[in-house]
């Protein structure tokens, strides 16, 4: 049989196969076929007419590689589309006064726990969290009372950990955010992330600062007053070490940095 006969004897029976399940589908109370039949035939159909729409990243479910990691990560850019019934956010900030007196990051202000009193600061200004997520004098490997380490069991594994977590207001005005204060306001606050950076980064203890900004309420942000959060740790975070885990394998592969791969192939597909 020719290839055209073959396609055409094919399609055939892609359509009694249709048709059938159709039929049976449609009769009250003689559902005896399920769904999937119907829709493996119906697909089969829209293909062999050449009727299949092709893929399409912006619509079509799809895994993207994330080369810094070495995972998969799943895209449903259709879920964008369905209809949202949830928490709609508000436009934050429109009504904030430039000094707030219950704001515990205010200059002159109680801190919370009201132990301390921020200083009257015209600039950004840095302090150690009243609350920290990251304690400098924790005991490490420290033995249970029996004289073993409780940090080893095969399937319970614990480490204790080093460190300290920093608080950076931005401006002394409560109602402005990052992008409403001028340039040379947010050049201070680089110039801060960097000398808190060198500053922490020669601790001995320190193998990781991680300089970032909860911005927002829903992302767990106490406070509205602008600031961001400083964390030096004694280990490496997953996130991280997974990606450099990733650069040292692409460089013993080719011999090449990923990072500057990675911008200018970025850049490439931007443009
Ligand atoms: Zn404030």
């Known amino acids: ?50 009727l299949m729409p092709s893929f399409n990243f912006t619509e079509h479910p799809h895994r993207r590689y994330n080369p810094l990691k070495g995972e998969w990560v799943l895209c ?16 934050p900030g429109e009504e904030r006064p430039r000094y707030d007196p219950a704001c515990y990051l ?64 931005f401006s002394p005005r409560h109602d402005l955010t990052l992008a409403e204060m001028t340039q040379a306001e947010i050049c201070r606050v680089v110039d801060t992330w960097q000398q808190q950076y060198t500053e922490l980064a020669a601790m001995p203890e320190v193998q990781h600062v991680q300089i ?6 829903a992302m767990g942000c106490s406070n509205p007053h602008p600031h961001g959060q400083i964390w030096a740790s004694s280990f490496i975070p997953n996130e991280v070490a997974a990606e450099l885990r990733q650069q040292a394998s692409y460089f013993s592969a080719t011999g090449r940095a990923l990072l500057p791969r990675l911008c200018r192939s970025g850049a490439a597909t931007a443009g």
């Open 106 to 169: 205010c200059p002159g202000n109680a801190r919370a726990g009201g132990a301390e009193h921020n200083p009257r600061y015209e600039s950004t200004f840095v302090f150690t969290n009243d609350f920290p997520a990251l304690l400098l004098d924790t005991p490490v490997d420290a033995p249970d009372a029996d004289g073993d380490s409780v940090m080893d069991k095969p399937l319970f594994q614990a480490r204790a950990v080093r460190g300290t977590c920093r608080v950076v207001c």
């Open 1 to 50: 049989m020719s290839g055209a006969a073959k396609n055409a004897s094919r399609l055939a029976g892609a359509l009694r196969n249709y048709a059938r399940l159709w039929f049976w589908e449609s009769l009250p109370g003689t559902r005896r076929h399920d769904h999937l039949e119907t829709r493996i035939a119906h697909l089969w159909l829209i293909r062999t007419l050449g």
């Open 76 to 91: 449903s850019p259709h879920r964008a589309k369905r209809p949202w019934q949830g928490a709609q956010e508000t436009v």
């Open 212 to 217: 970032f900004e909860n911005k927002g309420s």
